[in-house]
């Protein structure tokens, strides 16, 4: 038997597997995290890492050239048992890993940090770490990005575990749509059958009770032949008819047995094949009553022999002056039959059980737009109950706002086409994205009602929106990065050009930055460029750009600037707002910045950047803290 420890252990690998990812060939979609990573953290060495039984192997990585290590000697083992953010400042300092064989020697690692990625279920199956051959300290902003970055790969990871398992549900619900329509189809024609079937009997019979007044013998044997149960009695409530499946029915035979005891001497019950028929409610006696029958359920329980379901059907009978004669009932075995449906509703409730536990929106619209069915996810999406969704119009259930934006994908399917689209819903206090898609159920050609399938798009949207946040962002300022600028910019001239409106390029640089960094170390200068980034965010226009191109360049895009006074103005104001001291972490710190203008009426990129450039270094030539502003004459178009 397993201990708890090893069954945890299987229990993590098995989802490993499950990912069909191992020992796969290398993808851009995690190599761009690596790169990402390495970049992000300033550290040659980023993996994705995936902890096998007796192996570590790297479906991505930077700056380490090897598929796989054996698992004793991988750090990532480590971070996978902890399942938490595993940070070693200084490798040779931690007795678990110093001689470890990548550690030891004069360019061994000697710092990693490992994020734990976990499966849909939970389970722990690798790591995104980072890895220097210095020892580093790693910061709560560090060990943030590194957590959200890792739950990117996780979500990359997972992905097509999401997407199997989103087209099996979509594959299993048009299967069983499949095959109860094919029930369905099938039980109707045997009901149908069944039908006919009893008209035909009847119709038999009642030519059997017409021939009766001509030829008594023709009628007993055409009631001893019949399928169709025959009872009839006289005036006086006495048994005169009771024919072969009659006989069979009750396993009894006709007998002078008073009416009042018929119930129990002839084992008859209700519908529900339990409550004994009293006698008010027998057919037959019913029908001498005057009553006519149709379709009347009852249930014959004989001891020792399957219970048979049946309908009744009767009347009285009179005499050709009217006279009270008797009556007679017909009794059909609807046994099978009554089976047939107990079968559909055990298929609805398969259906519906696996509906409910779908995570996704299933329902059916009929033409008049009310709801057919709705499973239990609406209830926990947007807080209705299917049961009331069940026989209203979409307005009537959800709401004038839910209706809406869908009208035009659901008139569009009563046309006869499938449509997609995605909403933005805030319900019960969440924001969720949902990817609908409407699906006509035709038949005959003709539009019978519309399937609709809503899934949670919330988590790969998000996804998207942080990939083109750092895709255009610099991740130590938060300002735009080189490439966002390089895009601005370009729009800017674009508008420029259109409005005749002149435009200026400011480029920026931090005196003696080089000496911060220096003396008083990384994370003070970092800090420093972050409080000179808010400072210059805070006093340009909000309709100006402020980006970061490297190190302690900045650059400001100013659109719809009248003049070059106007530049100069703004330089002063720049200047002002740096004059005022640093205070980082608990140091005081005087900052000064240099900076060139470039001022055009009819700008080009690459003459408005040059001369930006130039009136930069005018600045620092002049002696710093200073501002130069060069005007170039209208570029050609």
């Known amino acids: 038997m397993l201990s708890q420890q090893e069954l945890a252990e299987e229990q993590r690998l098995n989802a490993l597997h499950s990912l069909g990812v191992l020992d796969t060939p290398q993808e851009d979609r995690f190599d761009r995290f690596t790169r990402l990573a390495s970049a992000a953290f300033g550290v040659p060495i980023a993996l994705v890492s995936l902890v096998d039984n007796n192996r570590q192997w790297f479906k991505s990585g930077v700056g380490f050239h090897v598929c796989e290590t054996p698992r004793d000697i991988a750090m990532c083992s480590h971070t996978v048992a902890l399942d938490e953010l595993l940070v070693v400042s200084d490798t040779l300092a931690d007795e678990r890993f110093r001689d470890f064989p990548y550690v030891r020697g004069e360019k061994g690692i000697r710092f990693y940090a490992g994020q734990p990625l976990h499966s849909l279920d939970g389970q722990p199956v690798g790591t995104l770490c980072i890895l220097d051959l210095q020892p580093r300290d790693f910061g709560v902003a560090e060990r943030r990005m590194l957590r959200d970055l890792a739950q990117m790969v996780q979500d990359e990871l997972n992905r097509r575990v999401v997407v199997a398992a989103r087209d099996a549900a979509q594959q299993a619900l048009r299967e069983l749509n499949a095959q109860l329509e094919k029930r369905v189809a099938e039980r109707t024609c045997e009901l149908h059958a069944k039908n006919e079937a009893l008209e035909h009997e009847m119709r038999q019979r009642a030519a059997a009770e017409n021939a009766l007044r001509q030829k008594q013998e023709l009628l007993d044997a055409v009631l001893e032949s019949v399928e169709v149960a ?203 994205v949902i990817s609908s898609t409407y699906l006509p159920h035709i038949r005959d050609g003709v539009v019978q009602g519309i399937y609709v399938l809503s899934t949670d798009a919330t988590s790969a949207r998000e996804y998207e929106r942080q990939l083109h946040a750092l895709a255009h962002s610099d991740h130590l300022t938060g300002l735009p990065n080189r490439r966002s600028y390089e895009e601005r910019l370009t729009q800017a001239i674009a508008r420029s050009r259109r409005s005749a409106m002149p435009l200026a390029l400011c480029y920026l640089d931090v005196d003696h930055f080089k000496q911060i960094n220096d003396t008083l170390g990384h994370a003070v200068g970092d800090a420093v460029l972050r409080e000179f980034a808010k400072r210059l965010s805070g006093t340009v226009r909000s309709t100006d750009t402020v980006a970061r191109l490297a190190g302690d360049e900045f650059v400001i895009v100013l659109e719809q600037v009248g003049s070059p006074l106007e530049c100069q103005r703004v330089a002063d104001k720049l200047l002002e707002a740096i004059r005022p001291s640093f205070q980082i972490d608990g140091r005081t710190l005087d900052v000064t910045c240099s900076m060139g203008f470039a001022w055009c009426p009819r700008p080009e990129l690459a003459a408005l950047t040059h001369a930006a450039d130039d009136a930069l270094y005018q600045s620092k030539r002049a002696g710093r803290n200073q501002s130069s502003v060069l005007v170039l004459a209208a570029c050609p178009a």
């Not at 009750?250 to 119930?263: G, K, N, Q, V, Y």
């Not at 004994?276 to 001891?303: C, Q």
Request: proline share 5%; glycine share 8%.
């Open 230 to 432: 025959v009872v009839a009695c006289n005036a006086q409530g006495q048994l005169t008819l009771f024919n072969r499946a009659a006989r069979e029915f009750h396993d009894l035979d006709a007998s002078s047995t008073p009416a009042a005891e018929w119930s129990s001497h002839y084992s008859l019950y209700g519908e529900d094949g339990v409550t004994p028929l009293a006698e008010s409610e027998i057919p037959l006696l019913r029908a001498l009553h005057g009553e006519r029958i149709s379709n009347a359920a009852m249930t014959i329980g004989v001891p020792g022999r399957p219970a048979r379901h049946l309908l009744a059907s009767g009347r009285p009978i009179a005499g050709a002056d009217g006279e009270p004669m008797g009556a007679v009932v017909a009794m059909q075995d609807i046994t099978e039959l009554a089976a047939s449906r107990s079968r559909i509703v055990e298929s609805e409730e398969w259906l519906r059980t696996i509906a409910d536990n779908v995570p996704a929106l299933i329902a059916y619209i009929d033409t008049d737009l009310r709801y057919r069915f709705a499973n239990q996810r609406y209830q926990e999406w947007f807080g209705v109950r299917s049961e009331h969704m069940v026989g209203k119009t979409v307005p009537e259930a959800m709401g004038e706002a839910f209706y809406e934006p869908r009208r035009a994908a659901l008139a569009r399917c009563l046309s006869g086409h499938g449509s997609h689209l995605e909403i933005e819903e805030q319900r019960r206090g969440r924001t969720r």
